[in-house]
C-alpha cells in the first residue's frame, strides 16, 4: 500500500537568470513500512526534497500525497495539524527544548496538539530508547547519542505515518551512530512507520530496502537495496 506518491515535484529558488532549482522533476512512490535512504552530495537538493514532503517548504510545481491526499491542497492550518499528527522531524542538531527534562521533550508534539500524552505509551517509548534513568535529565546533562534517542523519542510519540530524518547520525562517532540506526529500524518494524532518511554515510543507505540519489535537484536512481 502505498503511503506516499511524490510527483513531478519542483522547488525553484528566486527568478530570471538568477534562478535555482534546488529540486527539478522529481517523482517516486514509497510503501508503507518501507526504510528508504536519500543520498546525494552537499547542495544536491536533498534537505529541500524532505521539507517538502513533510510539509514545511512548499513547491513552486508538484504533488505530494500522503494516505492520498494533497498535501499541498490543504491550507496552511491543515497542513500544521497534518505535520503534528503524521509525519515525526528527526535532525542532525537534536533541535530540543533546554527547559524541558527528557519526558517533557518527548511528550512535547502532543501537548503542542492540545492532549495529554499516553503515560504508558510515553514510558514503553522511553524505556526502549533506554533512557529509563535519564527521564529527569536536561538536554544539556546529556551525551549527543542520548540526545538523538531523545529526538527520536518525540518524532514517534505521535504515531506518525512518515518518519523524516536529516543527517540523523553527522554529530555522532560510529558507535552512536549505529545504535541510532538500529533504534530507527526498530521504530520502523515496531510500528510500521516509514522512515525516510537523508545520510552521507554508505553503511547506513545500505541497510535501507530502498535508495533515492540526488545530484543537483533531479533524481538520477531509485533502487532496491534488499528484499
Given at each position: ?6 510527483k ?5 529558488y ?6 535555482v532549482?534546488a ?5 517516486f ?21 524532505l521539507h517538502?514532503?513533510?510539509?514545511l517548504?512548499e ?14 491542497k490543504?491550507?496552511?492550518e491543515?497542513r ?18 533546554p ?10 508534539p ?14 514503553e ?10 527521564e ?7 551525551s ?7 529526538s ?17 547520525t ?6 552512536n ?9 526498530d ?10 532518511v ?10 535501507a ?10 533524481m538520477?536512481?531509485?533502487g532496491?537495496v534488499?528484499?
Amino acid at each position: 500500500m502505498k503511503i506516499l506518491e511524490v510527483k513531478k515535484l519542483t522547488k525553484i529558488y528566486g527568478s530570471g537568470e538568477g534562478a535555482v532549482k534546488a529540486v527539478d522533476d522529481v517523482s517516486f512512490s514509497v510503501e508503507k513500512g518501507d526504510f528508504i535512504a536519500v543520498v546525494g552530495p552537499s547542495g544536491s537538493g536533498k534537505s529541500t526534497l524532505l521539507h517538502m514532503i513533510g510539509g514545511l517548504d512548499e513547491p513552486t510545481y508538484g504533488h505530494v500525497y500522503v494516505d492520498g491526499e494533497d498535501l499541498y491542497k490543504q491550507n496552511e492550518e491543515q497542513r500544521a495539524i497534518f505535520r503534528r499528527r503524521q509525519v515525526g522531524f528527526i535532525y542532525q542538531y537534536f533541535n530540543l527544548i533546554p527547559a524541558l527534562d527528557v519526558r517533557e521533550n518527548i511528550a512535547l508534539p502532543v501537548y503542542l496538539d492540545g492532549r495529554e500524552p499516553d503515560e504508558a505509551r510515553l514510558d514503553e517509548l522511553i524505556g526502549l530508547l533506554g533512557l529509563s534513568d535519564r527521564e529527569k535529565h536536561y538536554p544539556d546533562q546529556l551525551s549527543g547519542g542520548q540526545q538523538q534517542r531523545v529526538s527520536i523519542g518525540r518524532a514517534v510519540i505521535n504515531s506518525p505515518s512518515i518518519v523524516l530524518a536529516d543527517e540523523p547520525t553527522g554529530n555522532l562517532d560510529s558507535r552512536n551512530s549505529q545504535e541510532i540506526v538500529e533504534l530507527l529500524k526498530d521504530s520502523n518494524k515496531r510500528y510500521k512507520q516509514t522512515l525516510i532518511v537523508i545520510t552521507h554515510d554508505e553503511d547506513i543507505a545500505l541497510q535501507a530496502d530502498r535508495i533515492i540519489t540526488i545530484e543537483d535537484g533531479r533524481m538520477s536512481e531509485y533502487g532496491a537495496v534488499r528484499t
